[in-house]
């Protein structure tokens, strides 16, 4: 199974490669974000059936087979040897380091609960610094969850009471 994902995953970004685009291009004539245009291509998000048509229109070289397959329920999964890529380890980093602070935030600002990942959307942009220097904005942004206080009358797998 894994080996078919690789198969599909490395079809798939040759077919980007040939289109000479930039996951930002292809984003901007999608509508998606371009960390998004990655996952799809990567195969670690499902292609809607109402975006296959404006991906098609982005990547001209992709093929029905393709779009079938991108649109299939994907297993979510991450190679755990994927921290030792440098920029991977930075980004880790960066979460577990400011982690705490940003976690203290959420629940000044919000209450008490998280910042969902499965509502959620992602991107990079490049932008100049103050120095004139090239700097990297990743931008999360996703929707907040609170916790809920666990009551057993809230519970619909147990049978209510009389």
């Known amino acids: 199974m894994e080996e078919a994902k690789t ?19 292809i984003a901007e004539e999608t509508g998606l974000t ?9 195969r670690q998000a499902q292609l809607k059936p109402e975006t296959a048509p404006k991906l098609r229109a982005a990547l001209p070289e992709l093929s029905e087979e393709l779009v079938n397959y991108m649109m299939r329920p994907l297993m979510r999964s991450y190679d755990p040897n994927l921290i030792q890529e440098p920029t991977i380890y930075r980004l880790n980093e960066a979460v577990m380091h400011f982690g705490e ?40 942004d996703g929707k907040y ?4 206080e666990q009551k057993t009358q809230h519970m619909v797998s147990r049978p209510r009471q009389q």
């Open 7 to 25: 198969t599909i995953c490395n079809r798939l970004l040759a077919v980007k490669r040939n289109s000479g685009k930039t996951y930002s291009q």
């Open 34 to 42: 371009n960390v998004y245009v990655a996952q799809l291509l990567r």
């Open 101 to 140: 602070s940003i976690k203290e935030i959420i629940n000044e600002e919000f209450g008490d609960g998280i910042m969902s990942a499965i509502d959620f959307y992602c991107s990079v942009d490049k932008v100049k610094g103050v120095d004139g220097k090239d700097r990297a904005v990743v931008t999360f």
């Open 145 to 148: 969850l609170p916790y809920s």
